[in-house]
């Protein structure tokens, strides 16, 4: 995370105030290792133009990191580094997921992961995302 001052702890609040980014940061935050684009693309069910374009929004105010591997592109979050950045990851954390469907569809796509790998891509289909 950048600085701790009023400016960036006011900007990672703006930026979080966006749901979509805020469902995408909860993830992240409930995965250890981060997740690839598809990964999140297909439990958000949401576009990958969309989802790439909250995520590049979350890099640049220092929420995530990104790492090319090959095709794919690995999101993680920061590693905090003081206290207030630990029980801020924590109070995310504890954001009520239980039995919510981003989670149950995260659980279902990382099972397709091969060595802890995505190797698939997307999976979204149509139907899902009207009725998703």
Known sequence: MKNLDIKNISNIFKALSEPLRLRIVRLLVNVKGGLCVCEIVDALQETQYNVSRHLSVLKDI??????RNGIWVNYSLFIPSNKFEQKFLDAIKFISNKDEVDFIRLKERL????KGKCVVGYQIKKEDKKNG
Request: no cysteine.
């Open 62 to 67: 220092g929420l995530v990191r990104d790492e």
């Open 111 to 114: 099972k397709l992961r091969i």
